[in-house]
């Protein structure tokens, strides 16, 4: 009798298991198709490989950025090319606004000291709460102090993957850099 009650213990969690896999391959379907709809919607041109002139980087030209699905980068301010460019650990002062990239968006912006008096604060290249993966890969190719870059960031990239959810976000970045 006890080995049934363990058969039958083992059989539900084997089916829940699948289950719960079954629904996050498909939220991660349904996550790309609203990306693919986004770009659509958007009239984004995206490119394979990475502008290397501000005029490349027109309007809506976002860079498809390889060994990350989903995750595009439009750079739209260079910022200040005559200062060094970012290194590891260096404090990083983070203006962002995030939106769903739903038909009706919903928007988070902590762009302004109105809408926030303090920007985010970590360092570049390590993990902490206050950033996440795809901040920390958009950082990699904003490069200067005062640069300002869109970024579509899937799930996987984002804050969502903590929280169990599946959502991909837009955000809008504006980066400041602080040495010491």
């Known amino acids: 009798m006890k080995h049934t009650y363990i058969y039958i ?4 969690t084997g089916i829940v298991s699948s289950c719960n896999k079954n629904v996050y391959s498909e939220q991660l379907k349904a996550e790309e198709k609203l990306i693919e709809s986004f770009i659509a ?7 394979d490989i990475m502008p290397t ?11 498809r950025v390889p060994d ?6 439009h750079l739209v301010e260079q910022g200040d090319t005559t200062s060094a460019e970012i290194e590891a ?4 002062l983070l203006r962002f606004k995030r939106y769903t990239l739903e038909e009706y968006a919903d928007t988070l912006s902590l762009w302004t000291t109105q809408d926030s008096p303090e ?5 570049y ?10 901040w920390q890969v958009a950082l990699k190719y904003m490069k200067y102090h005062n640069s300002q870059c869109k970024i579509i960031c899937p799930s996987k990239l984002g804050f969502s993957e903590e929280n169990s959810t ?14 010491y």
């Not at 809008?172 to 850099?177: E, G």
């Open 119 to 123: 920007p985010i604060k970590f360092q």
């Open 41 to 47: 919607r958007q009239g984004i041109k995206v490119v």
């Open 53 to 63: 002139t501000m005029e490349e980087w027109s309007e809506n030209v976002y860079w």
């Open 89 to 92: 650990k260096e404090i990083v």
């Open 166 to 179: 599946v959502t991909p976000y837009g955000y809008d970045l504006k980066i400041k850099i602080k040495r």
């Open 9 to 12: 213990l083992l059989l539900l």
């Open 68 to 73: 990350y699905d989903n995750f595009y980068f």
């Open 125 to 134: 290249m390590i993990n902490s709460q206050e950033s996440c993966t795809g």
